[in-house]
């Protein structure tokens, strides 16, 4: 998933390999998400990108995989009235810290400082009772459910 890296510029070991050499790695099983470019379009060896940036990346990720229907269907998305009807779905997201940073602030959280190799446990759900994106929706009833956004 193209949003789901590490801050991207100046630094060469964030500039992603290309669609070619991904696919030749991980086989025809790996699913490219629409609109995967051949070559990293986001990276600037000149430019840092901005954390704000990545907190907005971060959003994009999340309201992805709330409303994404293919594949799994309905189920993926979680609504938390229905939860108990429906198979729980369980996503892990392996990121650099940098994105977990932006995970962080997407969920209005305070900040954390990772480690390096730290493991962060998140449970992030959404009541869609009234939302159109996750972004516009930030977690009403987990904050009502449990007293915290995480």
Do not use: W
């Amino acid at each position: 998933m193209q949003n789901c890296r590490e801050e991207y510029g100046l630094h060469t070991c964030d500039k992603r390999r290309t669609r070619t050499e991904i696919a030749t790695d991980f086989g025809e099983s790996f699913r490219f998400e629409e609109g995967f470019e051949e070559d990293d379009v986001l990276y600037n060896p000149d430019k840092r990108e901005k954390r704000h940036h990545v907190t907005v990346r971060a959003i994009k990720v999340l309201d992805y995989i709330f409303a994404r229907d293919e594949g799994i269907g309905e189920h993926f998305f979680l609504n938390l009235s229905q939860l108990s009807n429906k198979r729980k779905i369980v996503i892990s997201i392996t990121a650099h810290s940098g994105f977990i940073n932006g995970l962080i602030a997407a969920v209005d959280h305070k900040p954390i400082e990772m480690q390096t190799g730290g493991i962060l446990p998140m449970i992030v759900a959404r009541d869609d009772s009234n939302v159109t994106s996750f972004a516009s929706g930030i977690l009403s009833s987990i904050k009502e459910l449990f007293g915290c956004v995480y």
